[in-house]
């Protein structure tokens, strides 16, 4: 059975900060993995990963993957209160481009 | 604009009153499935289509239907709705082409409340 595990489960930090999520995953025939922002409404698409080794920026948020360990980095540096959600960790396989979720990472940031 | 629309955003019903949640999409995915999340458990797949007349199940199909008869529409049936079923439904699509790309694309959920 596929799984994703992200870690941690919450997180409290001060603007200024800079976070790091993590995103372990066990999964059959591995496409690709993806994170998402949730606010109180749909994800929105961060990142999609297949690659290993290579980093995926877009502006403060940064992502890695490391398919031999089996995990993923998303990094925020400068963290803003606006980055304040919930971040979710998704993997792709190939059979029926199943998406297998974690149980996302709750970020909250203080001013 | 390319989205995802689903209908409706909120629903409260009463267990055994059979439903549907709409989701339609406008970029021409070959690709679409519904989600369910709940607290603590993310995000769970509960059926996907991988184009018109093709469905299949997910992780959590059970008191479920769907159907893919036009590209643009996937609604979710819930036959006989129960209080088990209460949750955030997501719907979402994708190219199979581009996926790499954009990845998928979510609907705005609907809030769905069985009593």
């Known amino acids: 059975e596929d799984k994703v595990v992200q870690s941690p489960l919450s997180l409290v930090v001060h603007e200024g900060d800079t976070v790091t999520l993590n995103c372990s995953y066990e999964v059959t025939n591995f496409r690709s993995l993806l994170w998402y922002k949730q606010e109180k409404k749909a994800p929105t698409f961060l990142f999609m990963l297949?690659?290993?080794?290579i980093e995926k920026k877009s502006g403060r948020l940064s992502s890695i993957l490391d398919k031999k360990e089996l995990f993923s980095i998303l990094n925020i540096t400068a963290t803003q209160t606006g980055d304040s959600a919930v971040y979710l960790c998704a993997v792709e396989a190939y059979a029926g481009n199943m998406l297998t979720f974690g149980g996302g990472t709750r970020l909250m940031v203080k001013p | 604009e390319a989205q995802v629309t689903q209908n409706p955003r909120y629903l409260i019903t009463v267990t055994g009153k059979k439903l549907t949640v709409t989701c339609s999409q406008n970029?021409?995915?070959?690709?679409m499935s519904w989600y369910r999340q709940d607290p603590g458990l993310g995000l769970r797949q509960i059926y996907y289509s991988m184009n018109v007349e093709v469905t299949d199940k997910g992780d959590v199909p059970e008191g479920y239907k769907v159907s893919r008869k036009e590209k643009r529409n996937f609604p979710l049936i819930l036959e006989s709705p129960s209080p088990n079923q209460t949750s955030l439904y997501f719907c979402?699509?994708?190219?199979?082409?581009?996926?790499?790309?954009?990845?998928?694309?979510f609907g705005s959920g609907t809030r769905l409340t069985v009593v």
């Open positions: 979402a699509s994708s190219s199979t082409r581009d996926s790499h790309n954009y990845g998928y694309t």
């Open positions: 970029m021409n995915h070959e690709y």
């Open positions: 297949t690659s290993s080794g």
